[in-house]
């Protein structure tokens, strides 16, 4: 029976010009683990608090660089930095949706969870980022997209070892 509380920060790109990019993969993600189907076929929601960064109405004024925003900088950068103190795991998209700004926000993230010694999920079909012997290293998994995540029941698989999951 599934009882504890898993926290799950989700990191990734942010930019005002694909803000509904930036939030649909979340969304995707959180919609599925708060509406599975157990295996009598009801439908059952994980326990798991999701930390996402783009919570919040701020977010609905930030900038089409992702640069600028209501939320002083200094802000930002230590409330992300808590969601990694206390998650328990990390899923780091990889995806810019077509942008050219680099992923410099989700890269500190993934070093921070790395001195934390917190698990890393990277979703991304980059080679670049896949074959990259620090994101290689710092990662726990390695999945091409979203979909695949969700197939794999990865985030699942993490739950049930952490949480002695009756099968």
């Known amino acids: 029976m599934l009882e504890k509380n898993m926290k799950v920060y989700l990191c990734g790109y942010i930019s005002g ?30 326990p798991i608090s999701w930390l996402d960064p783009m919570n919040g109405e701020a977010f609905c004024e ?4 992702g640069l600028k925003g209501t939320i002083p900088a200094h802000a930002i950068v230590h409330k992300d930095y808590r969601c990694i103190e206390i998650c328990d795991l990390v899923v780091a998209n990889m995806d810019t949706f077509g942008q050219t700004r680099p992923l410099i926000g989700t890269i500190c993230e993934l070093a921070w969870a790395w001195d934390k ?13 896949k074959a ?5 290293y710092f990662t726990s998994w390695i999945v091409s997209s979203v979909d695949e995540l969700i197939s794999k ?9 952490w949480n002695s999951a009756q099968y």
């Open 17 to 46: 010009a694909v803000i509904e990019q930036c939030c649909n993969w979340r969304k995707k993600l959180i919609n599925h683990y708060d509406n599975w189907l157990d295996k009598y076929g009801k439908i059952k929601s994980y």
């Open 153 to 161: 029941k990865i985030i699942n698989k993490f739950y049930k070892s």
């Open 132 to 136: 990259h012997p620090f994101l290689e």
């Open 62 to 65: 930030i900038s089409s660089d």
């Open 117 to 129: 010694h917190k698990p890393i999920i990277m979703v991304t079909d980059n080679y670049a980022y």
